[in-house]
């Protein structure tokens, strides 16, 4: 799947964007994989799959042909 990044994230992958493969394709393994690469804290960060807000806590199935967002925390104003 293709894993983009923007802000705070892509300064601390040093790429904006990247393809991965998982053996269990889901947000919550994506989450752990970025962790144990990068050390990312992604608490404060928001993902999007195919364009559309998902809960970092749930076990959403990803497919190969997604594509992921990994967005920094939006402020407010």
Request: glycine share 0%; net charge negative; charged share 15%.
């Given at each position: 799947m293709k894993v983009i990044y923007f802000g705070k994230i892509a300064d601390v992958t040093k790429k904006t964007a990247e393809e991965i493969e998982l053996q269990d394709k889901n947000v919550k393994s994506l989450i752990?994989?970025?962790n144990e690469k990068y050390a990312i804290d992604l608490s404060e960060m928001q993902i999007a799959v195919?364009?559309?807000?998902?809960?970092?806590?749930?076990?959403l199935a990803l497919k190969d042909t997604d594509?992921?967002?990994?967005?920094s925390a939006f402020a407010g104003g």
């Open positions: 752990t994989y970025l195919n364009q559309n807000l998902v809960s970092k806590s749930e076990l594509e992921v967002a990994i967005l």
